[in-house]
């Protein structure tokens, strides 16, 4: 009797391993991440992203993006474009030190995926979306991204004048 529990006993745990959900794969951002902006009248780079990046292309509903730039590491390439844009016209980057996206929800769409959350800019906080892709490579691999944000959606500067409202973003943010 006991030498027939052993080969169903066996069955339960293989199967009961098969439905087990493994926790995304936590990924730390590498050097070599950018982040580039541009629009008519603005252009340049945030030099310092951080965060904490849980991903699975296998498990999307475990998986999360928690990511923080600091203003005040805009650069547009001229110092006096620099100090301006963290100035209290634009990002008062002593005010509102951060831009922060949280994700909700992450959602396979098309050949990539949607982060939905939250951004943080300027002090106002909205739903938004962020279309990216990731190409694994060994144990890390790379997140890239194109997408819009309207700068006055979020207070930041005023309509119209010489920098467009909308702002294109290119992300690149290598994982390991």
Known sequence: MK????????LLIVIAS???????????????????????????????LKGDISFDEKNLAASKFN??????????????KNTHAKGG??????????????????L???SGYTAKGELEMHGVKKEFS???TFVKNGNGGTFSSKFDVNR??????????KVDDVIKLEVSVPVQ
């Open 67 to 80: 990511v923080t730039i600091d203003v005040t590491s805009i650069n547009t390439g001229n110092g006096l």
């Open 89 to 106: 016209n634009w990002f008062d980057a002593k005010k509102y030190p951060e831009i922060k996206f949280v994700s909700k929800e992450i």
């Open 108 to 110: 396979k769409s098309g």
């Open 130 to 132: 962020i279309p990216f």
């Open 18 to 48: 098969a439905f087990t959900v493994l926790p995304p794969q936590d990924y730390k951002i590498a050097d070599g991440y950018s982040v580039k902006f541009s629009a008519s009248g603005a252009s340049g780079i945030f030099r310092t």
């Open 152 to 161: 006055t959606d979020f207070g930041i500067g005023s309509p119209g004048g």
């Open 3 to 10: 030498k027939a529990l052993y080969p169903i006993a066996a």
